[in-house]
Structure formats: structure tokens, C-alpha cells
């Protein structure tokens, strides 16, 4: 890897401590240890939509270039608008993309289509709409008209010299829209990180293979897959990887060979057959959490080798929590330099919420805005962390702080929709 992703060990906590963590805590202790990817590539424009900004964009020009009309109609300076009405000659008429070479003065106007220069000596656009011809070459106009009205000044949306996109910033279609209009036709982004992921189970099958009793499909590497893509990153699928040491060995270690992430599920609880924190052990630097929260207790983060490695729980619910709430604010820093702050609303549950004080829960629900603009929010059902129709069927995580007892109907609760997590 040409990047190093992460500093030196110091700024992260005591590795090989058990203890319970709160989310929060186990977040900042993440975050901490990341170094953002600072190495850049050079695209065109299109091909950087959704990708990380790797310079701050100076205009080399004003935006609009020239102070132009923003309506059809007629130029003229403000000073010949009328108490009452007024006759105005009509000297000629400029197109957008053409120059008007006279100068218009007093009694006189200019035929102006939107986005054509103001001609010199006008300041003013009457809207055709609001102009009465009454002769061949006179037109009318009434009062009530402002100065300065239906023109767009040269720099109003952006002035030369300004930094109109900054470096870090995703970039959206007004962006690529932006950087248009100031000719650029290529631009340094950031390079994206490389994120390697697999399973771990004997008795994951992949897609296309035969089931044999007690064994089931992977589909953690999918709700991965899905998730990872969503982030921007580049990913490289390692496949499922039995509960067998050596094995689970050579693909951590190829896997960080490739990566700057490595992204583990299964095998991270107590079981016979979990071995991701011995062997992040034997192989890297290990530090593992029981964080307060449900879905999703258990995580292993740390080192291995120049990557930074999160061994993720196996059920497939706390896979897709674990990662929208540690993995994802992790790869926003790699990426941009920067940290988000989640995109939280609050909404009126419309339920009882059953929980004890102890632990942060990731409740699936259904949100919706009710007619007089609030929103409302439905825990459902089905909560266990594999029942991964949760996280299709909802809509949205409840949020609910390790302090809280459990939500009468009608209290109000913050809530997460999934839409916002990338
Ligand atoms: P583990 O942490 O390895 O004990 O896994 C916990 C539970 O999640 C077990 O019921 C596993 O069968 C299930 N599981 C683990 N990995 C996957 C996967 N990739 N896809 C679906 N289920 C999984
Ligand atoms: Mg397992």
C-alpha cells in the first residue's frame, strides 16, 4: 500500500482490555487511530461524481461572466422608468452569446433574450410580458418597476478567485455542474480506500452451491457488498473463509496485503470455532470491545499489518449495525479527512418499545411524516439480530440511549432513517 492509513498506536486505547464500551466511546476510539488517504488521482469531471475532492477549486473566472439578463424582454437604465408610463425607442436587439455594440441612452432601449450581455448605458430589463409595442419601433412600459431588476451580475453566483469547492468534499451532480462552468474538464480526487472483506463459517455456503442440513447461504457479504459500494469504496471480495486457523491466517494476511481495511464476519464470540481475535492477535494489534449496545455486543478493531482491520459479529443484523455505526464514520474520515455527524430526526413513537437501561438499542422501525408535518415511527415486530427482514421492512433505526427504560406510545424517540447512511 502506498498510503499509510493509520497513526502510531499511541492515540488509540490500551489494546487487549476487556471492557464494555459505549457506542460513542468505541466510535471515538476508531476514529482516533485513522489517518485519512491523502493520495490523489487525476479524472475527468463525470467520473468524479461521488468521489472526495483532493484539491480546494479556485475559480479562475466569474460566474456568470458577464452581467446579463435574466428575462426576455428589454434593457434600459433605470433611470427612464417611469412615475406613470413612458415610450421607449427600440435601437436593437441582442441575443445571448452576442456582444451589443451601441450604447443605449436616455428614450431608448435594447430587445434583450435571457442570458445576453446588458448593453451599455442599461441597467434595467422590463419583462416582455409587461410592455406594450406602439409603434414599429416603440414600446410602452407602465410603472412599478424596480432598478436593477431581472439582471444577473457578473460574479453573483461566483466570484473569480474564490474557492467554490473544497478539498474533502464529496462530490455531488451540482459539483460536477460547478466545475463545468468553469472549464474544468479534469480534476484531483482522492484516492478511494480499498476495503477487502469476507466470511467465516463452516457452515456458510455461497450462492449457487447446494445446502447440506445445518448449513446456510452467506449473505453478509452481500449486505456488505451493498454497503460498501454505497460508501465509495473500492472492494475486494475474498469469499467465505472456514473456521480453520491456518486458513483464517493466510486470508487476513492476504487480505491486508491488498487493503487498506479489512472488513471480518463470523467467528468474533466465545465460541469453540471463533478464532478472529486470536489470530488478529498472533498477527496484528488487537483490541477487542463488548460495547453496551444491541444489536451487535461484540467487535474486534485493530491493526493488521498496514491495515486497519474491524471483525465484525456474524449475525446479520449486527453486521449491518456494527457498520453503519463504526465502519462507515471510519471510512468517511479515511476518505475525506473529516467526520459526519449522523443525520438524525425525532419522531413520535407510535408503540411500546420494551427495554432495559443498560444498553444502546438499534430498534428497526417504519417512520413516516403524518400530514401536519411531523414524523411518526412503528418499532416492528421482529428484532432478534438475525432477522435480517428488519432491516428491509424498516426504514429506519429508533435510536435508543443506554439510559432509556423502554418508550411509552406517544413519547418521542430520535430516530436514524436508513436513506441517510449512504
Ligand atoms: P458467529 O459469530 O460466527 O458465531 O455467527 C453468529 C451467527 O451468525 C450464526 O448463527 C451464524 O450462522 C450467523 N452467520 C455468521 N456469518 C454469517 C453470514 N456470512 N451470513 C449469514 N449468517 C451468518
Ligand atoms: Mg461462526
Not at 77 to 98: C, F, H, M, Q, R
Not at 168 to 175: C, F, K, N, S, V
Not at 311 to 323: D, I, R, S
Request: proline share 5%.
Amino acid at each position: 500500500m502506498n498510503q499509510k492509513v493509520f497513526n502510531t498506536l499511541t492515540s488509540c486505547a490500551d489494546p487487549e482490555s476487556p471492557e464494555t464500551l459505549s457506542v460513542t466511546e468505541a466510535r471515538e476510539r476508531i476514529l482516533k487511530c485513522i489517518s485519512p488517504i491523502e493520495a490523489t488521482e487525476r479524472l475527468a469531471i463525470r467520473d468524479g461524481l461521488g468521489r472526495v475532492l483532493g484539491e480546494d477549486i479556485v475559480s479562475p473566472m466569474d460566474v456568470p461572466g458577464h452581467t446579463n439578463s435574466a428575462m426576455d424582454g428589454f434593457a434600459l437604465s433605470a433611470a427612464d422608468l417611469p412615475e406613470d408610463y413612458v415610450n421607449l425607442k427600440v435601437i436593437g436587439t441582442i441575443y445571448a452569446g452576442d456582444s451589443f455594440q451601441g450604447v443605449c441612452r436616455s428614450g431608448e432601449c435594447v430587445r434583450i433574450m435571457t442570458g445576453a450581455p446588458m448593453p451599455a448605458g442599461t441597467d434595467t430589463v422590463i419583462m416582455q410580458e409587461q410592455t406594450m409595442a406602439v409603434e414599429s419601433d416603440h414600446i410602452r412600459i407602465g410603472n412599478g418597476h424596480r432598478a436593477g431588476q431581472n439582471v444577473r451580475q457578473a460574479g453573483e453566483d461566483i466570484a473569480k478567485g474564490s474557492v467554490v469547492l473544497e478539498a474533502g468534499r464529496r462530490l455531488l451532480p451540482a459539483d460536477l455542474g460547478i466545475l463545468a462552468s468553469l472549464g474544468f474538464g479534469e480534476i484531483n480526487v482522492r484516492q478511494r480506500p480499498k476495503v477487502a472483506f469476507f466470511s467465516t463459517g463452516d457452515e456458510l455456503r455461497s450462492v449457487g452451491e447446494p445446502l447440506l442440513p445445518g448449513e446456510l447461504y452467506d449473505s453478509n457479504r452481500y449486505t456488505l457488498y451493498g454497503m460498501l459500494i454505497r460508501a465509495g469504496v473500492e472492494i475486494l471480495d475474498l469469499g467465505v473463509i472456514k473456521d480453520d486457523p491456518d486458513a483464517l491466517r493466510q486470508a487476513f494476511t492476504q487480505a491486508a496485503s491488498v487493503s487498506d481495511v479489512v472488513l471480518s464476519s463470523g467467528g468474533v464470540s466465545v465460541g469453540e470455532a471463533d478464532y478472529t481475535k486470536s489470530i488478529l492477535q498472533s498477527l496484528g494489534k488487537m483490541q477487542f470491545w463488548k460495547i453496551a449496545m444491541k444489536p451487535g455486543r461484540p467487535l474486534t478493531f485493530g491493526h493488521l499489518h498496514d491495515a486497519l482491520f474491524f471483525g465484525l459479529p456474524g449475525n446479520p443484523v449486527a453486521v449491518m449495525v456494527t457498520f453503519y455505526q463504526f465502519v462507515l464514520p471510519a471510512l468517511h474520515v479515511l476518505s475525506t479527512g473529516k467526520r459526519y455527524e449522523p443525520f438524525t430526526l425525532r419522531a413520535r413513537s407510535e408503540n411500546i418499545i420494551r427495554k432495559r437501561s443498560g444498553r444502546f438499542e438499534f430498534v428497526r422501525g417504519t417512520m413516516q411524516q403524518t400530514p401536519d408535518g411531523d414524523y411518526s415511527v412503528v418499532s416492528l415486530g421482529r428484532q432478534g439480530s438475525g432477522i435480517l427482514t428488519s432491516m428491509s421492512h424498516g426504514n429506519c433505526f429508533i435510536l435508543l440511549e443506554a439510559s432509556c427504560d423502554g418508550v411509552e406510545p406517544g413519547e418521542y424517540v430520535t430516530i436514524q432513517p436508513f436513506i441517510s447512511l449512504v
